[in-house]
């Protein structure tokens, strides 16, 4: 069964970076699919940030594209999301997953001094 | 950005009552190839979000079929035929055919 799990910082201090870990199990991050994250604030709203796909491409939203990064270890099977010069409306929970089926449990993040 | 207009934001149900969301979109969802990428989501109290629908009207593997999808070009309609405890949470449409993917504002489903 594919399992997926972010870890990191649950709290991040204004203009540093935010650096979340997905860890898959279940399921080699190269052999199919594209692995996204994506998440949501307080409140309803939903965000897609963007995705790495298994071939190793990336394509991020336009809204985070100068402060996003999204990179992988597949010998680790592994893949990461960068966010930098964060401000206090990036607090939000950050999930990952394969898009759209399988879905981390989700990480909060909060961002303040 | 395509917008995605969820109605009703909440919506209040008896158990065993069909109840309707809908999902408008600022512009057709009709892919080139196509397909028309709308999934319905549900997000249960303190769960991640759950994929229900796919491709509009396909039912994700093990989801009761008392959840179907339907609807074309920029009208979506979700549907569940006799609500159970099990379903109350926060539903979505998210769409995938322009880029970047958007969700839809959410619909809670409450119980009366």
């Known amino acids: 069964e594919i399992q997926l799990q972010e870890s990191g910082p649950g709290l991040v201090k204004p203009s540093q970076s935010l650096s979340l870990t997905c860890s898959v199990t279940g399921y080699t991050i190269t052999s199919g699919y594209d692995w996204s994250w994506i998440r949501k604030f307080p409140g309803n709203k939903m965000e897609w940030m963007g995705y790495?796909?298994?071939?190793?491409?990336?394509n991020y939203n336009p809204s985070l594209k100068i402060r996003i990064s999204i990179t992988r270890d597949t010998s680790k099977n592994q893949f990461f999301l960068q966010l930098n010069s964060v401000t206090t409306e990036d607090t939000a929970t950050y999930y990952c997953a394969r898009w759209p089926y399988y879905w981390g449990q989700g990480v909060m993040v909060t961002v303040s001094s | 950005d395509v917008v995605l207009t969820q109605t009703p934001p909440t919506l209040s149900a008896t158990i065993g009552q069909s109840v309707s969301i809908s999902c408008r979109s600022s512009q057709s969802l009709l892919h080139s190839n196509g397909n028309t990428y709308l999934n319905w989501l549900l997000q249960r109290p303190g769960q991640p979000p759950q994929l229900l629908i796919y491709?509009?009207?396909r039912l994700e593997s093990g989801v009761p079929n008392r959840f179907s999808g339907s609807g074309s070009g920029t009208d979506f309609t979700l549907k569940i035929s006799g609500v159970e405890a099990e379903d109350l949470g926060v539903y979505y449409c998210?769409?995938?055919?322009?880029?970047?993917?958007?969700f839809g504002g959410g619909t809670k489903l409450e119980l009366k």
């Open positions: 491709l509009v009207s």
């Open positions: 790495i796909s298994n071939s190793g491409s990336t």
């Open positions: 998210v769409q995938s055919t322009h880029a970047p993917r958007t």
